[in-house]
């Protein structure tokens, strides 16, 4: 009877993961204030996204800033083109109310709809305004789920929602600042550690989750890194062809991609050590799997090689997985889920998410063999995708 106890002790639980970047999601509060802001005289639906040297945009960032009533109060503030995708109008509150209502309907299905529930127990999300935008998605649903958003001035942030079935709290989150590099390349590969004004604009901090799954402890981290950096190689896309860059590459996008490298190292080496059983997933705005097979740095030095000091030695990563993936510790090793096909009804970005798992939890059970799923985005009442990233899940044995 002990060995039966044992052996049932021993079964495996399953557990499906996605992890869906919302696209700029917030409250209609939020929305409304976004109208607010963008459709004051002195911003007039203006861009102030793109090069920071265009006086275009130095100006459109001056006038927005202004109307939102400063630098910190702008950084909570949506752009003035975030929903150009996804809204008739860029406008239209009830246009933004029912996008909500198909990002809800992504996440938890529509029977009434024939939309099919994914089953995900745990989402990694990102591109949120913070925790209380869920209470919209999710509706009557939102007391089955524990959520845990970070906490900065910026709009867009990570972080997990996950149902209470599977155990923890909110409690259980802990921040990881170390992405959050300063918005600015000089900065971000600066040497010394210079503190930030608050109106200096950060990088997206990540969110680490220790669940305690089958009596093992499990440690998730939900992130979202530097985007426009994501090309490894040359690769045609809308008709254009994209360049090909390695993270040595003096653009400004790769600088600040590379600046994060060494914090999410460091972060996996550290939560090896703890609980060998690690997840990262999000948004890693880069295509890993062209880089599988390539010398992680420029010089050809080993990756497993202290990457400081910052600076000119940060300038030799060349690629983001294989200087992850450097096999020391041992711990650390990771195993990068094989991309997986897009469905017909998905016409979100491709190849940018990404689930990793450790060594330890893709060993456990047929995990290496598991493949990854694209799920289909729920449309609004226009015919609009709810998102531009499908979500990207996994069913798993913990």
């Known amino acids: 009877m002990l060995w039966l106890m044992l052996g049932l002790g021993a079964q495996a639980r399953e557990v499906r993961i996605a992890a869906f970047n919302l696209g700029w999601a917030g409250t209609t509060s939020e929305f409304q204030r976004h109208v607010q ?11 102030s996204r793109g090069d920071a040297q265009d006086p275009k945009v130095q100006t459109c960032r001056a006038a927005f800033q202004n109307a939102a009533g400063g630098a910190v109060a702008a950084h909570g503030i949506a752009p003035c083109n975030a929903y150009q995708k996804f809204l008739p109008r860029k406008d239209d509150i009830d246009a933004y109310t029912d996008r909500l209502r198909a990002i809800g309907n992504t996440m938890l299905g529509n029977q009434a709809l024939g939309i099919p ?43 997990f929602v996950w149902k209470k079935s599977l155990g923890g709290s909110p409690q259980d989150c802990r921040q990881e600042d170390g992405l959050a590099v300063p918005d600015d390349p000089d900065l971000a590969e600066s040497v010394t550690a210079t503190p930030l004004a608050r109106e200096q604009r950060r990088l997206r901090a990540g ?10 402890p499990v440690t998730f981290m939900s992130l979202h890194l530097k985007s426009a950096c994501v090309n490894p190689e040359p690769e ?68 497993a090689a202290p990457i400081d000091p910052p600076g000119q030695a940060r300038s030799r990563i060349a690629y983001l997985y294989p200087e992850l993936n450097d096999g020391r510790p041992a711990a650390a090793r990771t195993w990068l889920m094989k991309p997986a096909p897009r469905p017909r009804e998905c016409r979100g970005f491709s190849g940018l998410d990404h689930i990793v798992l450790s060594l330890d939890l893709a060993d456990l059970s047929n995990n290496r063999q598991r493949p990854s799923e694209k799920l289909g985005l729920a449309r609004t009442s226009a015919g609009r995708m709810a998102s531009d990233h499908c979500p990207l899940a996994a069913s798993l044995d913990f």
């Open 37 to 47: 802001v963008c459709s004051s005289r002195m911003v007039n639906w203006c861009s």
């Open 117 to 159: 529930d994914p089953g995900v127990d745990l989402w990694a999300v990102s591109e949120v305004s913070g925790a209380q935008v869920f209470d919209e998605i999710l509706g009557n649903k939102r007391s089955d789920y524990h959520v845990c958003i970070t906490r900065q001035p910026e709009f867009q942030k990570v972080g």
């Open 207 to 216: 969110m680490a989750l220790t669940l305690v799954l089958n009596s093992q």
């Open 236 to 303: 045609r896309f809308a008709g254009r062809t994209q360049p090909g860059r390695r993270l040595t590459s003096t653009e400004s996008a790769c600088r600040l991609l590379r600046a994060q490298v060494p914090a999410l190292e460091a972060w996996m080496e550290a939560v090896a050590l703890r609980t060998p059983r690690f997840v990262m997933l999000g948004d890693f705005n880069r295509k890993l799997h062209q880089e599988i097979g390539r010398v992680a740095r420029e010089d050809g030095t080993s990756a």
